[in-house]
């Protein structure tokens, strides 16, 4: 797969999903920004399909505030992705956002974001290996007819647009990455393909009492139904998940499939205490990779510090951590 994309400039190139899309919501849509109002850290890690030698391993780290003064959240992420052997194919950026929020009725509100960033793709030419290389007597020979690409570094900007509507126990969200669809090719000019995220999902309280707290410390359960879909490429893929927060646990089992192939089962776990959250979840292969991928993990914590006194009183959007 990297040497095809290596070839075709990474024309069609998908983005990486996360599989525990709460907890990187700056990833998925910087309408996020400020949605806890305190400051916010998020640090996350995906292996993709560690039994492959080209495997994929990805990390994102972010911050996040509201600020009085700007009537909406700030946030700055950076990313960054290897993929191939040692890896070959990399990305990284950084990127900020800006969420102004608004209230559109008693219990209402909307967060619109923008973002903007710097993307850096970098090819290891040196390090790839190519089937003319392998000679039947002599083993691996270290010479190619491969083309070498016109570039093997490509910076360049990317913007992305996104609005959260929300009340007090539920949301619905809508983004598109990759607004501009930036020529990121190796080959010559070739554009990232835009891709669009749709969210939705409510908070529901199943106990007797909302303030109820059992004997053995355990907070308020609420169970937490939601839906995802994502487009690029010509790709569809559709998200059902369903949480169950029962302070201080939190555990989460989804299903992913596209529009005729089934892809993975997500089961997450996780602890959240005071200002800390700790979360791991691993993907189910059930497509044709089954046996040859051995899923894929992802590891997030999220730390949300104390907030400043605010001058006016906000609400924060309500949805799951993971």
Known sequence: MLLTAAHTGVQAQADVV???FYANPLYMNPAFAGSKVCPRVTLNYRAQWPALVSAYSTISASWDQYFDALHGGIGAQLFADRQGDHGALSTNSASVMYAFRFQVGREVWINA???AGVSNMSLD??????PDQIDRVMGFTGTSAAQVPEHTNVWYL???AGAMIYGPSWYAGFSAAHLTQP????YGVTKLPIKLTGNVGCLIN?????RRTSSIGLGTPVISPNFIYQYQA?????????YLD???FLVGVWFRNGIENPDAFIFQVGVQQDYFKIGYSYDVTVSKLANSTSGAHEVSLGILLPCPEPKHKVKAIRCPSF
């Open 158 to 160: 990317d913007f992305d």
């Open 206 to 210: 199943i106990a007797e009492e909302a």
């Open 113 to 115: 974001g923008l973002k």
């Open 246 to 248: 029962w302070m201080p």
């Open 18 to 20: 996360f599989s525990q």
């Open 125 to 130: 030419w040196d390090g790839l290996r190519f």
């Open 234 to 242: 010509g790709q569809h893929y559709f998200n059902y998940g369903l």
């Open 183 to 186: 020529s990121n090719g190796f």
